[in-house]
């Protein structure tokens, strides 16, 4: 086809020249952008849909068309269409006995051409005969939208693979719908399946293409796969509604899954699949009616079947929770269909699974007691009675003070009181004599931050605090500013929504003064080996008088694999972070800082593997004291002596693990095992923490930099992860542990960006949690305060300019300061394209320093109470809180909401928002989208961009090798004693801190998978 006979290339040129007047392609005038891009794009789905491209290819022809501003240049578009489109097929046909031999490249290829009718007549017969010659059941898995088809598939393939170890070559065909308006498929349950490795399943996706439940060929598409010799095939279809059953014709056995919300009972009457099913699973069957649903289905089957001698809970009727590991459900329903495949063809051998005999999920153990799904409500109830009370108290209180002074008038002027002393005796009665006792004690209070000095007697030691420090002018400028109020109505609203650092609610701090000589830098580091972090952790600690350290793994660690020569995972190790994956690592990554001194504390961000990561880390304090001990005696301890020096390290221990699963789950990606597992360990780690008297390391820092990294504005960030934080409290409640026993060990991290609120986010943080706790769960005063650590912002830093990144970094960093953060790291300016050089992170540690020690105001430690718009900011922060914090509960609380995907949806679309107002220039970036640089199109700087050498990845790999090879036959015993750990239900961080000390990292996560599955995947 010539240039100009080309429909797409005329309809292209007459968008990007607005020339829209009639022409070959017949398009009208029109005034609307939006309509004209519709007619463009229909012209070009007019002459791509009868080509024989891939949906790959389709799509990307489709969307690469335009971009955020309309469509891409003539000459990029061109280059696309210069390349004719050929048949798939065509380009690599295979033949029917290399299909027939069984080989995989050959049974996909053939499948392609099958799925587009283009199979040879000779080579489909051949194929279709071999079919016929065996005996390969089909089985047809269809059912409503959401109901969980795709975990329910992944989850019987891995019963099949488990109980017949992995004999049966099984084939799944996962059928997603075209839409008609686009032409696209989703394509994406193969995202869900975790049961897909090895040579003994083979998946494969395929487009309806226009059909409307089924696509046109999928008989040759089953023939083909029969040919070549599955065991088993099982053919998902797309969601259906009430009067699909397109599926029956092409099976054997059918399975129709439902979900117990299907309305009223008459409703079953209208679904086709219940005359054809030959099963029925009601999946999530941990939802409310379940049982119900159960009973009901069970009713409509004897009618559908006239089997009226028979109960409805004979009916083969299932309960299953896919989501949740090794559910008896999904097993009764495994077992029921496997011996129904078997007496049509299937291969099966005696099970290596336990029988059960049960119908329906027995053991599903809610991580929230369904009974207290409303702890949010609770939450905001708590929360808003507090401050209703509050204007309440201040009302009282502002009376008696007012009553008081007419009665002091009226004595002094000798006049009759006796009216005024009624009306002051009931006020008083209306104030609380706890409210009426912080008043009287307040001008001593006042007092006590007059002095010099404030001196505080604590367990028969004195504690001396210079209440003041001295500018260059001579003034004494006061550590804590008090305020100046008279009048008791604003004194007890200032006690009760502010207070002074230190004090109940914890608004302005948690504690009274900031430790003398300290500053809050906690600087992330981590690139290479071990031993290059270790020495990156010495050069960030060498001048300061507290070591914190905050380490960055690599993915491969994130992901809890070993370093290997695999291409996907050679070339990550340690870049990005640094590779640990043995107990020998850690000890190298921390040698030469002592991990229980009182100024050490150590933070890990990592997720996933956390709990393995951390028995490394507690391993090595550990083993620490130990070797110290044998330094200064000249042998070993005996057991004795071992444990004490156990309990010494685990009582001293200091610093933070992330381990956050609910924030990986809505805003980041590293979640390993199923949530669930993910959870129990979450939940073993404190109560073992419990045990071991653990009071200075948290078990977790519940996190919002990172759902703030992934697009959420500040309100998100806060309200998800405060609400994640109120989770795990629940949890652990329902867990049966104290909650003062365990609130000490939970921490926070917050991202300080650009926007107003972020001023106010810690202030915000402590209020409502210190309320929660201390109204809603009675916890008491160290439970009350809320610990956190804050990084500037990540996304605030830009390519363009990066020598700007510093300024924003020093603002994030003066507001996090002004509220009393308990650590801070500062990002380096060139963190926006690579992993910061030594130079740029001492830039970055020294804008702290700098605000620390020579910014005039950071003498005083309240800087922001008593401003109008900090207290402004403050309450239209908690009122925006409380309302999300209404909208997660009206969604079934955090988990609830997670199943629907609130939170990754409510990410994206304020993320999407960022984006358009950055582009847009309505959010003004200084150098990047305004006062942007003249030459700003000269080529970029070069920047060397830090990576972990070669040698660094071929030590690590050696190093791993090394140590699996020394350990083999203790890391096989101690794997053993895991699983056995995690499937009795015992505390399995207690049997992983042994574990630690012999196994590797993947060898761990390899059996956690087994015993605990794998995270599925929501798209």
């Not at 204007?391 to 002094?412: C, D, M």
């Not at 070339?571 to 100024?599: E, H, I, Q, R, W």
């Not at 509220?819 to 500062?826: E, G, P």
């Not at 358009?916 to 309505?922: L, M, P, Q, S």
Request: aromatic share 8%; proline share 4%.
């Amino acid at each position: 086809m010539r240039a100009d006979q080309d429909p797409i290339r005329e309809a292209h040129r007459q968008w990007v020249s607005h020339d829209w007047a009639d022409a070959a392609d017949g398009m009208a005038m029109v005034t609307s952008v939006a309509r004209v891009q519709q007619l463009l794009m229909e012209r070009i789905d007019t002459v791509l849909r009868p080509l024989d491209l891939t949906f790959a290819r389709y799509e990307v022809l489709r969307l690469l068309s335009f971009s955020r501003s309309g469509p891409m240049p003539m000459t990029r578009l061109g280059s696309l269409l210069q390349v004719h489109p050929t048949s798939v097929w065509a380009a690599k046909a295979v033949t029917a006995d290399s299909v027939v031999s069984g080989d995989r490249f050959a049974i996909a290829r053939a499948i392609t051409g099958a799925e587009a009718g283009q199979l040879p007549d000779d080579v489909l017969s051949t194929l279709k005969s071999a079919a016929a010659a065996r005996r390969t059941p089909v089985l047809g898995i269809t059912g409503t939208g959401g109901s969980g088809k795709s975990s329910l598939t992944d989850e019987l393939v891995r019963r099949f693979r488990v109980d017949q170890q992995d004999k049966l070559r099984i084939a799944v065909i996962a059928v997603d719908p075209t839409r008609r308006k686009g032409g696209g498929a989703l394509l994406g349950d193969r995202i869900r399946a975790n049961s897909l490795d090895g040579d003994r399943i083979f998946f494969r996706s395929l487009a309806t293409r226009g059909a409307h439940e089924v696509p046109e060929h999928l008989s040759d598409v089953i023939d083909v796969i029969k040919a070549a010799g599955f065991d088993l095939v099982i053919v998902e279809t797309p969601g259906i509604g009430q009067g699909d059953a397109a599926i029956v014709p092409y099976v054997d056995a059918s399975l129709y899954v439902m979900t117990p919300e299907f309305g009223a009972a008459s409703q079953l009457e209208k679904i086709d699949m219940l005359d054809f099913a030959d099963t029925v699973a009601i999946n999530k069957f941990e939802r409310r009616g379940a049982m119900d649903a159960m009973r009901d289905v069970g009713r409509q089957l004897v009618r559908n079947r006239e089997a009226f001698d028979q109960q409805p809970d004979q009916m083969p009727v299932f309960g299953t929770s896919a989501a949740t590991f090794n559910d008896d459900g999904v097993t009764a329903l495994y077992q029921h269909l496997r011996d129904d495949l078997a007496s049509r063809g299937l291969p099966v051998t005696e099970g290596a699974l336990t029988e059960v005999d049960v119908r329906h999920s027995s053991g599903i153990r809610q991580v929230v007691p369904t009974d207290r799904v409303r702890y949010l409500a609770e939450i905001t109830e708590a929360v808003r009675g507090f401050h209703a009370q509050t204007e309440r108290l201040a009302a009282a209180a502002g009376r008696v003070q007012r009553l008081e002074i007419v009665q002091g008038e009226l004595v002094a002027a000798d006049s009759e009181t006796s009216g005024v002393d009624d009306l002051l005796e009931s006020a008083h009665r209306d104030l609380p004599h706890e409210v009426t006792d912080q008043i009287e004690a307040w001008p001593a209070i006042v007092d006590s931050y007059s002095g010099e000095e404030q001196v505080v007697k604590v367990r028969d030691r004195e504690i001396h605090t210079r209440l003041t420090r001295e500018s260059l002018s001579g003034n004494q400028i006061p550590r804590v500013a008090l305020p100046r109020f008279t009048d008791h109505g604003e004194l007890v609203r200032f006690w009760r929504r502010e207070n002074l650092p230190g004090y109940f609610p914890y608004t302005a701090g948690v504690f009274p003064f900031k430790r003398d000589g300290e500053d809050p830098a906690r600087m992330f580091a981590g690139e290479g080996d071990p031993a290059r972090t270790n020495r990156r952790f010495k050069i960030l600690s060498q001048d300061g008088d507290a070591t914190r350290l905050s380490t960055a793994f690599d993915s491969v660690t994130l992901y809890g694999r070993d370093p290997d020569l695999r291409p996907d995972i050679y070339g990550k190790v340690g870049t990005s972070g640094v590779s640990v994956a043995t107990l020998d690592d850690m000890k190298v990554l921390y040698d030469g800082f002592d991990l229980v001194s009182p100024t050490t504390s150590v933070s890990m961000t990592i997720n996933g593997p956390a709990p393995t990561v951390l028995a490394f880390f507690l391993n090595t304090a550990i083993d620490q004291q130990v070797a110290r001990f044998v330094d200064q005696e000249g042998r070993q301890p005996s057991k004795a002596e071992h444990d004490e020096l156990v309990a010494y390290a685990m009582a001293n221990v200091r610093g933070t693990v992330q381990a956050d699963i609910l924030k990986e789950d809505q805003g980041q990606n590293t979640c390993l095992f199923s949530t669930e597992f993910s959870l129990r360990m979450m939940a073993d780690i404190q109560e073992w923490f419990i045990q071991q008297q653990v009071r200075n390391f948290y078990s977790v820092s519940i996190s919002g930099y990172h759902i703030a990294e992934a697009g959420a504005n500040p309100i998100s960030q806060l309200a998800f992860t405060l609400a994640n934080g109120f989770t795990y409290v629940e949890a652990y409640l329902a867990r049966g542990m104290d909650i003062d026993d365990f609130a000490p060990n939970l921490s926070f991290f917050f991202s300080n960006g650009m926007d107003p609120e972020y001023s106010v986010l810690g202030r915000v943080a402590r209020r409502i949690w210190a309320i929660t706790m201390k109204e809603k769960y009675g916890a008491n005063e160290r439970s009350q305060k809320l610990k956190y650590h804050v990084q500037t912002s990540g996304r605030s830093l830009h390519a363009q300019e990066m020598d700007f990144n510093d300024i924003r970094t020093t603002l994030q960093a003066l507001i996090a300061i002004y509220d009393n953060a308990q650590s801070l790291h500062t990002n380096a300016y060139d963190e926006a394209v690579t992993t910061p050089t030594e130079e740029s992170v001492r830039r970055a540690l020294a804008i702290q320093l700098i605000i620390n020690r020579e910014w005039g105001l950071a003498m005083n430690e309240n800087p922001l109470q008593g401003s109008f718009i900090i207290d402004e900011l403050t309450d239209l922060v908690e009122s925006a809180v409380l309302t999300e914090f209404d909208r997660i509960n009206e969604r079934g609380g955090v988990l609830g909401a997670m199943e629907t995907g609130y939170q990754r949806g409510k990410i994206q679309d304020e993320s999407m928002l960022y984006e358009h107002r950055k582009h847009d220039g309505t959010l003004p970036i200084i150098g990047v989208n305004t006062f942007v640089k003249p030459d700003s199109d000269a080529s970029p700087v070069e920047i060397e961009l830090a990576r972990a050498t070669e040698a660094e990845k071929d030590s690590q790999l050696r190093r791993v090798h090394q140590f699996q090879e020394t350990h083999r036959d203790e890391a096989a015993k101690a794997i053993a004693r895991l699983k056995d750990a995690a499937v009795a239900g015992d505390n399995v961080f207690a049997v992983l801190m042994d574990a630690a000390r012999v196994c590797t990292l993947q060898q761990v996560t390899e059996a956690f998978f087994e015993v605990g599955g794998q995270y599925r995947r929501n798209v």
